[in-house]
């Protein structure tokens, strides 16, 4: 059981490239999240997901797109990179009920010069 | 608008010198409010998620509670090994949205 995976885990673009971050659960969740984190800063929600196929803005969804094909994996695609997404980019997921917890993976550094 | 608050940025204690951290929240619904703790360089890791008001959570050193307006994160004789940031978080009622707070960051020096 590996939990919450992610690729890369550190990634220097240029600005207008495009890319995208991976993450992987297997741990059956429904629920799969996708967070910047700016130095010094709290995590801000970019999207969220509650099942394969049906997908929902954060707080800061501009630049951003994702999709939900599988309940496994929940891809967040940088289209025309530019320097605001400089950030660490996490990937959380969890199963509603119980404690709620989300679990999250190792983060992915990403820098856009 | 929805916001979560934590003071202080940052706190320096000695070991085995006790403290709290405190979360304030003003949102439209609260449904969970969470704790995590979060190493340099790694995702948050979960401590405790609280419901309502009154609940307490305990974990070695680390007790939680919440109130209408706030939760504590108190902290009884504190090792090195507690050195990390502390992350408040609230989940909204009505759906699944998560407000985080900017987290306070501990030091604790043996």
């Known amino acids: 059981n590996a939990g919450v995976t992610q690729t890369p885990k550190f990634r220097i673009l240029k600005i207008g490239q495009s890319m995208t971050l991976q993450c992987t659960q297997d741990?059956?969740?429904?629920?799969m999240y996708w967070y910047r984190q700016d130095p010094g800063m709290g995590l801000k929600l970019i999207y969220y997901?509650?099942?394969?196929?049906?997908?929902d803005k954060g707080e800061v969804p501009n630049g951003y797109n994702v999709s939900r094909s599988t309940t496994e994996d929940f891809p967040l695609r940088l289209e025309l990179a530019a320097p605001s997404q400089t950030s660490v980019y996490f990937c959380?997921?969890?199963?509603?009920?119980?404690?709620?917890?989300?679990?999250f993976g190792p983060g992915t550094r990403l820098t856009v010069l | 608008e929805d916001q979560v608050t934590q003071s202080p940025e940052a706190l320096r204690l000695q070991e085995g010198e006790s403290s709290s951290l405190n979360c304030s929240y003003t949102?439209?619904?609260?449904?969970?409010l969470f704790w995590y703790r979060q190493d340099p360089g790694k995702g948050p890791e979960f401590l405790f998620t609280?419901?309502?008001a009154g609940e307490e959570k305990e974990k070695e050193r680390l007790k939680a509670t919440l109130t209408k307006k706030e939760s504590f994160l108190h902290i009884t004789a504190p090792k090195p090994e507690d050195s990390a940031t502390y992350l408040c978080?609230?989940?909204?009622?009505?759906?699944?949205?998560?407000?985080f707070g900017a987290g306070t960051r501990l030091f604790v020096k043996a």
């Open positions: 997901s509650v099942g394969a196929g049906i997908t």
């Open positions: 978080a609230v989940q909204l009622a009505g759906g699944f949205k998560t407000i």
């Open positions: 609280l419901y309502s």
């Open positions: 741990m059956n969740h429904n629920y």
């Open positions: 959380a997921s969890t199963q509603l009920g119980g404690t709620d917890t989300q679990y």
């Open positions: 949102v439209s619904g609260l449904r969970g």
